[in-house]
């Protein structure tokens, strides 16, 4: 993962760059909760001009896989 | 409890957020509260409406707040600004409806934004007093049926636009108030079909005034059946979409006007954010949904 689509996932959770990994989700960073996933979806859809389906995004196990899904829509 | 766990279980494997968000949610209810989520589980289930409904009820609500939440984030707004369009597939829709109150009522019990809500009620109100109490959209009935546990009125009196709604709040307060003789009645009533001339010791109004065009309208309706003392609390909502959200208020003073343009005054309000870690300040900077309960005078 870039540096620059971590730090965007950063700001969004208001935290500590280096608190992120590919394997960060809901279940290890406890700012990350349903409101700032979908905050974090928008963010990175306005930022590289893509479009995410709902049920691929709420299906997003880690931020890895949101990287990964990011890569082959730009 | 059994029923209780087992539709925490069946929500947790349905949805990856909300299986993270209930775990450990039983630790912070209160021995009363999951006493009563057990018996609201429990009287669904001889309605007719098993774990699987139930279940499907609460993912449903959870999935459409999500879809209109990532709809504000997108557009800054809320995806509907009419009552036409948004009363055909909720409040128009039986089966919806159903499913849409069964869910909320969970709601009350799992989200830490209506739990605050409830708990905050319960205290307010607890000894309030009068002869005549109204409730204007009691939806499942929940703070109706508090109410007449909480406070002394003569006769309570609640009304709602939605046919569903009264069916619900009828059955649900027949459940839990089965061996009171309390006085009450639920009616299927357009407010504004309301005599103004009958006069209210206390109104209250929970999480109706972003569901409809024009607020103050039904403010000023509110005042005008107030008696002179009335005990009037409101409850609405700032930037907090859902399916069947339609007037925004985005920020705390948009409320206060509107409610002071219709002749009344604040004696006290409280705000509540989703999540204990997400002050009143960030939600605001951050536009995330805050609640905010008003106690009014006129």
């Given amino acids: 993962m870039n540096e620059k689509f971590k730090e965007l996932v950063a700001q969004v959770l208001e935290i500590d760059v280096n608190r992120l990994s590919e394997s960060s989700n809901t279940s290890n960073i406890s700012e990350w909760d349903s409101l700032l996933h979908w905050e974090i979806i928008a963010e990175i859809e306005r930022t590289y001009k893509i479009k995410f389906t709902m049920s691929e995004a709420a299906a997003f196990k880690n931020l890895g896989e949101i990287y990964a899904a990011l890569q082959g829509k730009i | ?298």
Avoid: C
């Fill in chain 2, 1 to 298: 409890m059994k029923d209780v766990i087992t539709l925490i279980e069946k929500i947790s494997v349905q949805d990856q957020f909300q299986e993270q968000y209930l775990k450990g949610i039983l630790d912070t209810l209160t021995d009363l509260e999951k006493h009563s989520l057990a018996d609201i589980i429990s009287f669904f289930k001889a309605q007719g409406f098993d774990l699987d409904y139930q279940t499907r009820a609460y993912i449903l609500i959870v999935q459409d707040t999500m879809k209109e939440q990532k709809y504000f984030f997108d557009h800054k707004k809320y995806r509907y600004s009419t009552y036409k369009e948004v009363a055909g597939h909720v409040y128009d829709d039986p089966e919806y409806m159903r499913l849409y109150m069964v869910g909320l009522i969970l709601s009350q019990y799992f989200w830490n934004i209506h739990r605050s809500m409830m708990r905050h009620f319960r205290e307010i109100t607890k000894g309030v007093s009068g002869k005549k109490y109204l409730e204007i959209g009691p939806g499942h009935g929940q703070y109706f049926a508090d109410a007449m546990q909480n406070m002394h009125f003569d006769e309570f009196l609640a009304v709602d636009v939605s046919a569903t709604s009264v069916e619900m709040t009828k059955a649900f307060v027949a459940h839990t108030l089965k061996n009171s003789s309390v006085k009450y009645d639920v009616i299927h009533k357009n407010f504004f079909d309301f005599d103004d001339s009958a006069q209210f010791d206390a109104v209250v109004m929970g999480e109706v005034l972003e569901h409809v065009e024009d607020p103050l309208s039904f403010l000023k309706k509110i005042r005008s059946v107030a008696s002179e003392n009335a005990f009037i609390y409101i409850t609405t909502v700032i930037n907090a979409p859902a399916i069947d959200h339609i007037y925004l208020f985005r920020n705390r003073d948009e409320v206060l006007d509107v409610v002071n343009r219709a002749g009344l005054s604040v004696v006290s309000y409280k705000e509540f954010t989703p999540q204990p870690s997400i002050s009143v300040e960030k939600a605001i900077r951050k536009e995330y949904p805050i609640d905010i309960a008003l106690i009014l005078k006129r």
